[in-house]
């Protein structure tokens, strides 16, 4: 009997233990998917920084979704892609829901038609053009370095198509282990992650999209892959699936991030 206070106190030390790493468990980013629509533009004649800036500051004081989680914008970075001078406007919501009822707010708010006809010679986007995606972030921006503060980043995005009798559950199944590998390999300092992004309206499609901080961290981080990545996941990607052989290529900017509402970004002169 004389153990009996020691052996309560291992117990509840143990069960301690047990509840402190449970609760300091960081949740995987696979586990979350978002509803993202990406919506084709086309820049106009006055496009350029100054009038991006004083456009996007604007259009951040219209916005009222809760549920917007962020918006990204993609303009090309070469004459090669596969729709010319299309940029695009990525728009990641908690739910199709959600954003069906803001667009349906959106279009019925006369702010925001103003708003669109004074930058219409800036930047013109066609909302009723959307294509939905289910989307998944195997890993965070942050992991491999911090982000530009001007929410600058450069892309890399391929279309792919399903091998016959494959979808998209046997593409998230490959991105665990794709994920381990990058970690096993040099990509430090290029602030490298990627999205899958499953379209909707047609499930034998995805895009699989690369994101760093620079054109040249991607010329790294494409060289890691060859090095010590491609041996190792190719061979299981081509099992289920096959993409273009050149992707489009995007210089791109966070426009609004909901953990950080004040964000706004700089955009380049050049």
Same mark, same amino acid.
């Given at each position: 009997?004389k153990n009996?206070?020691?052996?309560?106190?291992?117990?509840?030390f143990?069960?301690?233990?047990?509840?402190e790493?449970?609760?300091n468990e960081?949740?995987?980013?696979?586990d979350?998917?978002?509803?993202?629509?990406?919506?084709?533009?086309?820049?106009g004649?006055?496009?350029?920084?100054e009038n991006m800036?004083t456009?996007?500051?604007e259009?951040?004081?219209l916005l009222?979704a809760e549920d917007?989680r962020g918006?990204?914008?993609?303009?090309?970075a070469?004459?090669?892609?596969?729709?010319?001078?299309?940029?695009?406007?990525?728009?990641?919501w908690n739910?199709k829901?959600?954003?069906? #009822?803001?667009?349906?707010q959106? !279009?019925?708010?006369?702010?925001a038609?103003?708003?669109q =006809?004074?930058?219409?010679?800036v930047? /013109?986007?066609?909302?009723?053009?959307r294509?939905?995606?289910?989307?998944?972030l195997?890993?965070?921006?942050?992991?491999?370095?911090e982000?530009n503060?001007?929410?600058y980043?450069?892309s890399?995005?391929?279309?792919?198509?399903?091998?016959?009798?494959?979808?998209?559950?046997d593409?998230i199944e490959?991105?665990?282990?794709?994920?381990d590998?990058?970690?096993?390999?040099?990509y430090?300092?290029?602030?490298y992650h990627?999205?899958?992004?499953?379209?909707?309206?047609d499930?034998?499609r995805?895009?699989w999209a690369?994101?760093?901080?620079?054109?040249?961290s991607?010329?790294k981080a494409n #060289?890691?892959f060859e090095?010590? !990545?491609r041996d190792?996941?190719f061979p299981?990607?081509? =099992?289920?699936?096959?993409?273009?052989l /050149?992707?489009?290529l995007?210089?791109g900017?966070?426009l609004?991030?909901s953990?950080?509402?004040?964000?706004?970004?700089t955009?380049?002169s050049n």
């Amino acid at each position: 009997m004389k153990n009996l206070p020691t052996l309560l106190l291992s117990a509840i030390f143990i069960v301690s233990c047990a509840m402190e790493e449970t609760t300091n468990e960081v949740a995987d980013p696979l586990d979350n998917q978002y509803f993202t629509e990406f919506m084709p533009c086309k820049a106009g004649p006055d496009f350029n920084a100054e009038n991006m800036t004083t456009m996007i500051s604007e259009w951040q004081k219209l916005l009222t979704a809760e549920d917007l989680r962020g918006v990204w914008g993609y303009a090309p970075a070469a004459d090669t892609n596969s729709l010319g001078d299309t940029g695009w406007w990525e728009l990641e919501w908690n739910s199709k829901e959600a954003a069906d #009822a803001a667009w349906e707010q959106w !279009v019925q708010n006369e702010q925001a038609i103003a708003w669109q =006809e004074k930058y219409e010679s800036v930047l /013109q986007c066609d909302g009723e053009a959307r294509n939905s995606f289910d989307s998944v972030l195997p890993i965070i921006p942050t992991t491999y370095g911090e982000t530009n503060d001007s929410g600058y980043f450069y892309s890399e995005v391929h279309v792919c198509e399903f091998n016959d009798g494959f979808s998209k559950d046997d593409a998230i199944e490959f991105l665990y282990g794709f994920r381990d590998a990058v970690a096993a390999a040099d990509y430090s300092d290029t602030t490298y992650h990627f999205l899958n992004y499953f379209f909707q309206d047609d499930p034998s499609r995805f895009l699989w999209a690369n994101f760093t901080n620079s054109k040249e961290s991607m010329a790294k981080a494409n #060289a890691s892959f060859e090095t010590s !990545v491609r041996d190792k996941m190719f061979p299981l990607f081509s =099992e289920f699936a096959s993409c273009g052989l /050149q992707p489009d290529l995007y210089n791109g900017f966070t426009l609004y991030w909901s953990e950080k509402k004040d964000f706004m970004p700089t955009f380049s002169s050049n």
